[in-house]
């Protein structure tokens, strides 16, 4: 079982910045790929960004492709989500997610992860 806990969530302004972090209990490298996700209230949880350290890949949703940022240290277990430009469509829970299934890619839908966290609340006002 893989345990991942979200933090770094909270108000942003317009244009502004936020970081969001993911702790996992795992060694990184028992891990294939891991991702963020964010739903807003009433519509679906959507694929933000993902990383796969064995393929070498890195993926992002168009929405938020040039503002943010995916990274992980494997020295501490940790993955990133550096976020700039913020928006107010930006607002929604923000989730992350592992998987130990092998992927060639870096995968963005919902269904390839098996583990996720309790997520961390993003809220971007004017």
């Known amino acids: 079982q893989v345990r991942l806990v979200e933090s770094g969530g909270g108000s942003a302004q317009v244009g502004g910045s936020l970081r969001l972090s993911c702790a996992t209990s795992e060694n990184p490298y028992s891990r294939s790929c891991m991702g963020w996700f964010r739903q807003a209230p009433g519509k679906e949880r959507e694929g933000v960004a993902a990383?796969?350290?064995?393929?070498?890949?890195?993926r992002y949703a168009d929405s938020v492709k040039g503002r943010f940022t995916i990274s992980q240290a494997t020295a501490k277990n940790t993955l990133y989500l550096q976020m700039h430009s913020l928006k107010p469509e930006d607002t929604a829970m923000y989730y992350c997610?592992?998987?130990?299934?092998?992927?060639?890619?870096?995968?963005?839908?919902?269904?390839?992860?098996?583990?996720w966290g309790q997520g961390t609340q993003v809220t971007v006002s004017s």
């Open positions: 990383i796969c350290t064995g393929a070498r890949d890195t």
């Open positions: 997610a592992a998987t130990r299934t092998l992927y060639g890619y870096a995968p963005t839908s919902v269904a390839a992860y098996n583990y």
